[in-house]
């Protein structure tokens, strides 16, 4: 129900923010709004406007790249997409569908975000961390497949 999904947030939120507050970790929830998707519904396309993140709670989707390769990526709960868009409002990388029969996604939109950069800067930063997280992990993914896999130790 609700109540669990609610705590399932939380819980999702304070893995993905590892330096909040359970007062940060509230302060969040209260600034996320909940969307309900069905399966083969398009969150969004490759190259439109970046003005949100989103966290997947329940359900799975698919991102893919509108080229001739068409890579595509799985995404589970406790994923954030969009977070790159959110903080310097770059286009979509991809194109995200639903891939199971609903999925739930809670929604932090460029307005909350901005507000919240102003209230709490260091709640702010644990976005930020996200962001950077999310890039590392890209970067590192990337590098793989040009070193074909032989990685180099760091």
Known sequence: G??????????F????C????????THLCSLLSRE????????????????NLKLLVCGSLISSLDDENGATETIYPGSTIGELGLINGTERLTTVKVLSDEAVLYNLSREKWETLIHEN??????????????????IQHVSNHILDKRSLPV
């Not at 609700?2 to 819980?11: F, I, N, P, S, T």
């Not at 939120?13 to 993905?16: D, H, M, P, R």
């Not at 996200?130 to 890209?138: A, E, G, I, P």
């Open 36 to 51: 309900k998707y069905h399966l083969g519904d398009i969150i969004w396309e490759q190259g439109s406007a970046s003005n």
């Open 121 to 138: 800067p260091r709640l702010a930063r644990e976005i930020d961390m996200l962001v950077v997280r999310y890039l590392t992990h890209r």
């Open 2 to 11: 609700q109540m669990m999904e609610e705590r399932g947030v939380k819980l």
């Open 13 to 16: 939120l304070e893995t993905l």
């Open 18 to 25: 590892p330096g909040a507050t359970p007062e940060d970790i």
